[in-house]
Nanobody, 123 residues
Framework: QVQLVESGGGLVQAGGSLRLSCAASGRTFSNYAMGWFRQAPGKEREFVAA????????NYADSVKGRFTISRDNAKNTVYLQMNSLKPEDTAVYSC????????????????WGQGTQVTVSS
């Protein structure tokens, strides 16, 4: 399995931006599709975005399309989530995930999960 460590969370006002990072180690990063999920208090974990190993295929939840962008740098073993026009309802713990199969990432059943980073959007 690959080990994942997220960073970049914090407190931001509505309308602001944050960029999350997820650093991977332990396996060949470029063999893995990557994804981001989030979980708000009292709610189930939900899919946010995913990206193929090569970066040429991306998927987004309808709730974040046009506002969030997932990208990766295979030379740095890192995947990013650029979040713009943030809303209070984006408040959640954001976790990254990894699996050789992008379908498993989108389905929320990846081989690896990170610990998560808190994002809080104030109104």
């Amino acid at each position: 399995q690959v080990q994942l460590v997220e960073s970049g969370g914090g407190l931001v006002q509505a309308g602001g931006s944050l960029r999350l990072s997820c650093a991977a180690s332990g396996r060949t990063f470029s063999n893995y599709a990557m994804g981001w999920f989030r979980q708000a208090p009292g709610k189930e974990r939900e899919f946010v975005a995913a990206i193929s190993w090569s970066g040429d295929i991306t998927n987004y939840a309808d709730s974040v399309k046009g506002r969030f962008t997932i990208s990766r740098d295979n030379a740095k073993n890192t995947v990013y989530l650029q979040m713009n026009s943030l809303k209070p309802e984006d408040t959640a713990v954001y976790s990254c995930s990894a699996d050789p199969n992008r379908v498993r990432v989108v389905a929320g059943i990846p081989a690896s999960w990170g610990q998560g980073t808190q994002v809080t959007v104030s109104s």
